[in-house]
Structure formats: structure tokens, C-alpha cells
């Protein structure tokens, strides 16, 4: 019997990646930690498909949709903004 979640339950999703994928290559890529509510985090490349002008993080973190999609160790994870307390960047 089939089971179905409510999407505002799901924190995150991920998705083993077996390799590159070529769409990845033209995203804007970025290092984040992300950190969710209950404290608990994950980094990794928080890829976002943004012009040129607007590569700053909270571009990324603005655009449309439930989730964010970041990148590490050979998966990929889909992660609700609504579970989300804040993002960090290691940038310069």
C-alpha cells in the first residue's frame, strides 16, 4: 500500500550522484553550511541557476521554490527552506 508524505514534513532529500552531471556546470556553485532548525548541519555546493549579475548568495537563496539543491561527496540534496534557520558561506 502506497504511503504519503505531507511535503512540508521532508527536510531533505538526497540522491546519490554517480558522477559530473554536465547541468551542473553552467549553475552558479557556491559553499555553504546550511544548518536547520533542531541544530543539526550539512555543507557542501549549494548550486543555483542564476544570471551573472545576481550570483550573491541571497540571490540564491530568494529564487522561487521549496528547496535547495546543494552538492557534496557524491550526492545530491534537496533541502527545504522551511526547515532551514540559516545558510553560511565560506566565501572570500
Known amino acids: 500500500m502506497p504511503e504519503f508524505i505531507n511535503k512540508s514534513a521532508i527536510r531533505m532529500v538526497e540522491v546519490h550522484s554517480p558522477g559530473e552531471e554536465a547541468a551542473f556546470d553552467i549553475m552558479h556553485v557556491e559553499l555553504v553550511t546550511v544548518i536547520f532548525r533542531d541544530g543539526t548541519q550539512v555543507s557542501g555546493d549549494l548550486l543555483a541557476d542564476v544570471p551573472d549579475q545576481r550570483r550573491r548568495l541571497s540571490d540564491s537563496l530568494n ?4 528547496f535547495l539543491c ?7 540534496c534537496y533541502i527545504s527552506k522551511q526547515a532551514i534557520l540559516k545558510v553560511i558561506t565560506a566565501a572570500k
Open 70 to 76: 546543494t552538492r557534496a561527496y557524491g550526492k545530491v
Open 63 to 66: 529564487l522561487s521554490g521549496r
